[in-house]
């Protein structure tokens, strides 16, 4: 049976990559995109594409009055949350691609989800290389117990720590807590120095020209160390396999679940 989508964020660098990898999918229909600044054109008008039928509407609210079964979400984080809550009550299943939103937001979330009864798939970063780091990472954790992560991002990403730090620090938390030698509190000199505590792991966000997003998990131990690193190239290309997984896939869940490995087999 052809799934429903609707795309939020459709015009979007990301948006516009997954807009394309859906319109490819015979098991998909892109039937509604949201984006303020080209409502009332279809995606193929305000992409300057060819054979994108879906219209394109302002917000979330109305692009849902066209019924769809799976709402995906890849605009900016002061957005995200309120259309996430608005698609779960028109019924339909969420994916979320967009970074920012916190713990507790997705604990606010998880309620709604799983009062409706409708799954919400939230991944920071949908690159296979990625789900592979988080896996090697937890792996790590077991095993390691001083670690700390470090983002990279060009220097106007909005969003600090990343998507993919958030997540990343949520996953081994699950795992345990980093240990710090040195507690905060006893700190010589501004706690901020040593970053901000996430899910019990110590995230520092660098934001500079010159880099796209890369991210290190470092992990310490005496007289030794392993860093795994994660680059990301230029394109969107690499999450959209991803993202057509997790719209596949998400009406299988109930409640919120983190990360792509969720419905991947390992
Ligand atoms: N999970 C992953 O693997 C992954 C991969 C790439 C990006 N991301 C995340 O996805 C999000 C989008 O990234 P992007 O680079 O595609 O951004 P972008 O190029 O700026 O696109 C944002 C899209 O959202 C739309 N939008 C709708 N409501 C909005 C609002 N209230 N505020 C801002 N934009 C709104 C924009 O259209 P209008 O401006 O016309 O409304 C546009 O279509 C970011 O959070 C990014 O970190 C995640």
Redesign the pocket.
């Known amino acids: 049976m052809t799934k429903r989508i609707c795309l939020?964020?459709?015009?979007?660098?990301?948006?516009?990559a997954l807009a394309r990898g859906i319109e490819k999918a015979e098991d998909l229909e892109l039937v509604s995109a949201?984006?303020?600044?080209?409502?009332g054109k279809t995606l193929g008008e305000a992409l300057g594409e060819s054979g994108m039928n879906a219209p394109v509407f302002?917000?979330a609210s109305a692009a849902l009055v066209q019924p769809a079964d799976i709402f995906f979400?890849?605009?900016?984080?002061?957005?995200?949350k309120a259309?996430i809550l608005t698609a779960l009550n028109a019924g339909c299943h969420v994916v979320?691609?967009?970074?920012?939103l916190s713990d507790e937001d997705y604990a606010q979330i998880d309620g709604v989800a799983k009062q409706a009864k409708r799954g919400v798939l939230a991944?920071?970063?949908?690159?296979l290389t990625?789900v592979l780091l988080q896996k090697f990472a937890e792996m790590a954790a077991k095993f390691i117990p001083h670690w700390e992560i470090i983002d990279y991002a060009h220097s106007d990403?909005?969003?600090a720590p990343?998507?993919?730090a958030r997540e990343l620090a949520n996953r081994l938390s699950t795992v345990g807590q980093s240990q710090l030698d040195v507690p905060l509190e006893k700190l010589h000199g501004p706690k901020e120095s040593r970053g901000a505590r996430l899910s019990g792991t110590q995230v520092h966000s660098v934001r500079l020209p010159g880099y796209v997003?890369s991210l290190d998990a470092i992990f310490g131990m005496h007289d030794q160390k392993l860093i795994l690193r994660h680059e990301a190239g230029s394109s969107?290309e690499p999450?959209v396999d991803?993202?057509l997984l997790a719209i596949r896939n998400v009406d299988r869940l109930v409640g919120v679940h983190r990360g792509l490995d969720t419905v991947m087999d390992f």
């Open positions: 939020a964020g459709a015009t979007g660098w990301a948006g516009s949201v984006s303020r600044s080209q409502a302002a917000d979400d890849y605009t900016k984080p002061d957005a995200a259309n979320v691609g967009t970074s920012g991944v920071g970063n949908f690159a990625v990403k909005i969003d990343s998507g993919t997003l969107a999450y991803g993202a």
